[in-house]
């Protein structure tokens, strides 16, 4: 389950900087992960860090 958690918020957390910056950064899901471009590691490691606190 933490598994997850993690895979989720990681995914969602990349999706939402391509999101926003969608000129530097691509991210693609399907069997594999493909990301290609600059992400602003500070925000995944919240991100990251809060799943596993049991945030959002």
Excluded: F, H, Y
């Amino acid at each position: 389950m933490l598994e997850q958690k993690l895979k989720e918020a990681i995914i969602g957390e990349l999706k939402r900087q391509a999101a926003d910056r969608p000129q530097s950064l691509r991210v693609e899901n399907s069997a594999t992960l493909v990301v290609n471009g600059k992400i602003d590691i500070d925000e995944l490691v919240m991100v990251i860090a809060g799943s596993v606190a049991g945030g959002p």
